[in-house]
């Protein structure tokens, strides 16, 4: 059974830090692109970053662009997505997404992430 299980969400101040871990198993990440996204209350869900199998290349809405960084660590089995610089518009919901090679896609249950001073 895959499970995604995200954590590291919380309430932080404007201009402050957290880190999100998407931890797996009954999956090995490490050859698989792995994404973030986030959805706030009345929006849809948006891409946020993405880590890529091959060369670990990234991507990155412009939105967290040179704030916001992803990674993996392959012996962990889990992603991470370090956030920096926070402002009240990155508040969501944040979940963690992996597809594998039969194209299915996996979710996290989301963690959340509250921007407020």
């Known amino acids: 059974q895959v499970q995604l299980v995200e954590s590291g969400g919380g309430l932080v101040q404007p201009g402050g830090s957290l880190r999100l871990s998407c931890a797996a198993s009954?999956?090995?990440?490490?050859?698989?692109?792995v994404s973030w996204y986030r959805q706030a209350p009345g929006k849809e869900r948006e891409l946020v970053a993405t880590?890529?199998?091959?060369?670990?290349?990234?991507n990155y809405a412009d939105s967290v662009k040179g704030r916001f960084t992803i990674s993996r660590d392959n012996a962990q089995n889990t992603v991470y997505l370090q956030m920096n610089t926070l402002k009240p518009e990155d508040a969501a919901m944040y979940y963690c997404?992996?597809?594998?090679?039969?194209?299915?896609?996996?979710w996290g249950q989301g963690t959340q992430v509250t921007v407020s001073s």
């Open positions: 009954g999956i090995t990440l490490r050859n698989l692109p």
């Open positions: 997404h992996a597809r594998d090679f039969r194209n299915t896609d996996y």
């Open positions: 880590i890529y199998s091959t060369f670990a290349g990234t």
